[in-house]
T-cell receptor, first 114, second 117 residues
Framework: AQSVTQLGSHVSVSEGALVLLRCNYS??????LFWYVQYPNQGLQLLLK??????LVKGINDFEAEFKKSETSFHLTKPSAHMSDAAEYFC????????????FGSGTRLQVQP | NAGVMQNPRHLVRRRGQEARLRCSPM?????VYWYRQLPEEGLKFMVY????????ESGMPKERFSAEFPKEGPSILRIQQVVRGDSAAYFC???????????????FGPGTRLLVL
């Protein structure tokens, strides 16, 4: 079975600073990996996804993530944080498109300080 | 193209009552998924449906919970005899049919927040 670990339930950065949110996965077969963002009392919005094409994936709002098989990681980065980036971020994995269930990490709450 | 729609957005029930949560997938999507999010936790998969078929219900509690996706109309998640532990946000997601681009990508609705008193 697959699993996702997000290191750091809370991350705080200053506006303009680099954002790094960590995600490690466990899977016995090549995974599909996703990052979603959730704003308070809202649903999840897809930021980006990895589906075995390029290992560096670019998403919306200048976010990107790099798939590193050797490290079983899919960390999310953004060069310069904006106040509007404050939200909860979830990493998710799907290993069987036939079954399709996403397994989510526990989430990382990003705070952006002025 | 409207996104995934869920209603109601908020639902309050007393213990023992029934809760019905509705989900209309994005236009052209034939796959529907339900997830539950307990406070301060990530989302947990419950069930995956296609029209008139339950494909995977491995995440559904064995009792009191059921889901359907009829030929016409929205998908329904039904919780009978609710208990306080059922209080959570329930999210629906949808994806395109298999074989179409991005079929592995799930698009989420805004959720229904259920509170059991």
């Amino acid at each position: 079975a697959q699993s996702v670990t997000q290191l750091g339930s809370h991350v705080s950065v200053s506006e303009g600073a680099l954002v790094l949110l960590r995600c490690n996965y466990s899977s016995s077969v090549p995974p599909y990996l996703f990052w979603y963002v959730q704003y308070p009392n809202q649903g999840l919005q897809l930021l980006l996804k990895y589906t075995s094409a390029a290992t560096l994936v670019k998403g919306i709002n200048d976010f990107e993530a790099e798939f590193k098989k050797s490290e079983t990681s899919f960390h999310l980065t953004k060069p310069s944080a904006h106040m509007s980036d404050a939200a909860e971020y979830f990493c998710a994995v799907c290993v069987d498109t036939g079954r399709r269930a996403l397994t989510f990490g526990s989430g990382t709450r990003l705070q952006v300080q002025p | 193209n409207a996104g995934v729609m869920q209603n109601p957005r908020h639902l309050v029930r007393r213990r023992g009552q029934e809760a019905r949560l509705r989900c209309s997938p994005m236009k052209g999507h034939s796959h529907v998924y339900w997830y539950r999010q307990l406070p301060e936790e990530g989302l947990k998969f419950m069930v995956y449906l296609q029209k008139e078929n339950i494909i995977d219900e491995s995440g559904m509690p064995k009792e009191r919970f059921s889901a359907e996706f009829p030929k016409e109309g929205p998908s329904i998640l039904r919780i009978q005899q609710v208990v306080r532990g059922d209080s959570a946000a329930y999210f629906c997601a949808s994806s395109p049919p298999t074989g179409q681009g991005l079929s592995e990508t799930q698009y989420f609705g805004p959720g229904t927040r259920l509170l059991v008193l």
